[in-house]
Nanobody
């Protein structure tokens, strides 16, 4: 499975961005998908994930109400809609995937897309 993330950029606090991650080389509907991020000088952290059935969804507390993970199985794409961005959201964002059940760490990783939020 190959994952190609896009949609990062430099924005002002309060702005929105939508990250996309296109998957290829596998059966997308069988993949549990997620987004991680690594901020400068910090550990990598899970931002959100969504299982392959679409019934189990997680957003970390610091992004609840602002970020939303979703998927479009017809387009083999997972999204992360990010609203009300804050400077502390600045990080490289990585999309991930696992066949069926999640693993820790995830089996497949995209190349990362940089999000920079200025105050």
């Amino acid at each position: 499975v190959q994952l190609q993330a896009s949609g990062g950029g430099s924005v002002q606090a309060g702005d929105s961005l939508r990250l996309s991650c296109a998957a290829s080389g596998g059966t997308f509907s069988n993949l549990s998908v997620g987004w991680f991020r690594r901020a400068p000088g910090k550990e990598r952290e899970l931002v959100a994930n969504l299982d392959w059935t679409g019934s189990s969804i997680y957003h970390r507390d610091s992004v609840k109400g602002r970020f939303t993970i979703s998927r479009d199985n017809a387009k083999n794409t997972v999204y992360l809609q990010m609203n009300s961005l804050k400077p502390e959201d600045t990080a490289v964002y990585y999309c991930t995937a696992d066949p069926f059940a999640w693993t820790s760490p995830p089996k497949y990783w995209g190349q990362g897309t940089l999000v920079t939020v200025s105050s």
